[in-house]
Nanobody, 123 residues
Framework: VQLQASGGGLVQNGDSLRLSCAASGPMFVTYGMGWFRQAPGKERAFVAGISWIGDKSLYADSVKGRFTISRDNVNQTVYLQMNSLKPDDTAVYHC?????????????????WGQGTLVTVSS
């Protein structure tokens, strides 16, 4: 599976942004998907995950109620809708695919990674 993230940019505190992750390759529908982010000087951290058919989702506490992950298996795309953005959300966001069908928060279980898209939230 090859992944291409897009949709990042510079926004202001409180704004919204939607990230997309386009996948190519067979068997996409069998993978759980996730979004991670890496802020400057910090380790990559889990943000959100979704099961292979989209019926289950997982969120980091820091984004619950503000971010929503979804997927379109027909078009092989995963989305991350980010609302009420804060400066602390500034990071490079990566999408990833895992063989864990229900998704997982564990970074070590993700097998494929996209290149990342930068989100900058100004105060």
């Amino acid at each position: 599976v090859q992944l291409q993230a897009s949709g990042g940019g510079l926004v202001q505190n409180g704004d919204s942004l939607r990230l997309s992750c386009a996948a190519s390759g067979p068997m996409f529908v069998t993978y759980g998907m996730g979004w991670f982010r890496q802020a400057p000087g910090k380790e990559r951290a889990f943000v959100a995950g979704i099961s292979w058919i989209g019926d289950k989702s997982l969120y980091a506490d820091s984004v619950k109620g503000r971010f929503t992950i979804s997927r379109d298996n027909v078009n092989q795309t995963v989305y991350l809708q980010m609302n009420s953005l804060k400066p602390d959300d500034t990071a490079v966001y990566h999408c990833a695919a895992t063989k864990a069908h229900d998704g997982t928060t564990r970074i070590d279980l993700y097998n494929y990674w996209g290149q990342g898209t930068l989100v900058t939230v100004s105060s």
